[in-house]
């Protein structure tokens, strides 16, 4: 049964991962409805937190680090979690590996950023391993890990989180899950067109480059941040772990992808990769993307370029 | 979603959408696997003289777990050297329904701090995340909240 009225623009925000997450719905269901979804909405992104946050040393992820030989049940979430992380990082050669957290914490980056809150594993970083060493059973929904490691799923964690979060406000005519930047652009926005998205300008902080216009999309960047590592100035937190180097040159890479999970993990790996072999993953993938360079010059793939206005 | 059109590769895109729903259909808690059963204490063990008990008194019974605070809408104040925040909480049932700043005295603007009263609300204390660039701020107003809750306490 349709209603008469006009859709309204719902709007919640709160501290989520460590980052802002600010939800919009666009719809004429009644309030307590929309409310009820919301509550669903955020506690996706409390559940992702509690299973997957390596600053935790009680959440799912930080207790199966520590029981190292041995195959470990663990939730769904997780398991995904980490067969996606593992994937990305078997399509980059090992550019991308979710298995270097140790060597992340000894770069500083052991604290949660908005709560400062420290956290220490106890793994040693100059010991090697790699998304190798991870091995998953689908049958028994197991992981082994076979050396002393702290997984890192930064690069997943969010984006899934965001999936999940649209889908308990899939019943709207529209919505927007925006995670400190990463987002998901459901449906329609209040004048019934497609979302508008900036490409943030990473040398302004309420700047944008260029603008999308999207529905049942997710856009994801990674680089343009601040988080650099309080030990070396160099390096931020996102880290090849061949070379042990963060990226140079581009300031960010923006991808638009069907899923937030892999704009997420796709837009840092094709960071990690830089502008010529990231852009050539992205179309691999088949995935949207652009770099913005140093001069804030924007290069983009043929899948974008319909996104562009 | 599955209808949405895509460049995406298909066995990527298969590979999302089965984790996504997979992920949402088992909803969002878990099971904490039970610890593992210790292993049966060695069977030669040498006895040690028990020393006869001395008559213990009675452990109190533990009270029942009561309410924590009052109802009602309670007044708190904290400061740092940057100024004063005045708050008001509000609790029903035991539960922070309500959080204002209803006064800002400080160097800098309230605006700063006005995301922190919905993220009480989540936290259900004043143990709220600092605002970035407004540390002192963020810990007037996690004063005035302390002091609020001091106030509503039972």
């Known amino acids: 049964m349709q209603s008469a009225q006009p859709p309204t623009h719902w709007h919640r925000a709160a501290l989520r991962m460590d980052t802002v997450v600010e939800m919009t719905a666009v719809t004429a269901r009644p309030e307590p409805e929309v409310a009820a979804a919301f509550d669903r909405a955020f506690r996706a992104f409390s559940f992702v937190e509690e299973v997957c946050s390596r600053f935790r040393p009680d959440s799912e992820l930080s207790r199966l680090c520590r029981q190292v030989g041995t195959p470990v049940r663990v939730s769904a979430l997780l398991f995904e979690a980490v067969r996606f992380a593992r994937e990305v990082a078997a399509l980059t050669g090992g550019a991308f590996d979710p298995t270097i957290g140790a060597r992340l914490e000894a770069f500083g980056f052991n604290r949660e950023y908005l709560t400062q809150v420290e956290r220490g594993s106890g793994v040693d970083p100059d010991n090697p391993v790699s998304h190798l060493d991870v091995l998953l059973d689908e049958g028994e929904r197991t992981i082994a890990l076979q050396r002393p490691m702290v997984f890192d799923l930064g690069a997943v964690a969010k984006g899934l989180a965001i999936d999940l979060a649209v889908r308990d406000l899939s019943g709207f005519t529209g919505a927007l899950v925006n995670a400190g930047g990463d987002l998901f652009a459901a449906g329609v926005d209040a004048n019934g067109e497609p979302w508008r998205i900036g490409i943030r300008d990473p040398a302004r902080p309420d700047g944008w480059i260029e603008s999308l216009r999207l529905s049942d999309a997710a856009v994801c960047t990674s680089g343009g941040d601040l988080r650099r590592s309080p030990l070396q100035p160099d390096l931020h937190h996102v880290i090849d772990a061949r070379s042990g180097l963060s990226p140079t040159g581009d300031l960010s890479c923006t991808v638009v992808a069907p899923y937030a999970m892999a704009a997420d993990a796709f837009a840092t790996a094709a960071f990690l990769l830089g502008r010529e072999q990231g852009l050539r993953l992205l179309d691999q993938a088949g995935l949207a993307g652009a770099f913005v360079g140093p001069a804030l010059d924007l290069h983009i793939n043929p899948a974008m370029a319909r996104y562009l206005q | ?154």
């Open chain 2, 1 to 154: 979603m599955a209808t949405r059109t895509t460049t995406m590769d298909p066995r990527l895109l298969a590979l999302c959408s089965a984790a996504v729903g997979i992920v949402y259909a088992a909803g969002y808690y878990y099971t904490v696997p039970p610890v593992p059963a210790l292993p049966p204490a060695p069977a030669a063990v040498i006895p040690v003289p028990q020393a006869p008990a001395a008559p213990e008194a009675a452990a109190p019974a533990p009270a029942a777990r009561g309410p924590k605070y009052q109802e009602g809408t309670f007044k708190g104040y904290g400061h740092e050297d940057i100024g004063a925040v005045e708050v008001t909480v509000t609790i029903k049932n035991d539960v922070i329904v309500d959080v204002q700043i209803v006064g800002c005295y400080t160097r800098y603007s309230q605006s700063y701090i006005d995301p922190l009263p919905a993220e009480v609300l989540v936290e259900q204390s004043e143990r709220v995340a600092t605002v970035t660039g407004a540390t002192k701020s963020t810990d007037a107003f996690r004063k005035a909240i302390r002091n609020a809750l001091d106030h509503a306490s039972l």
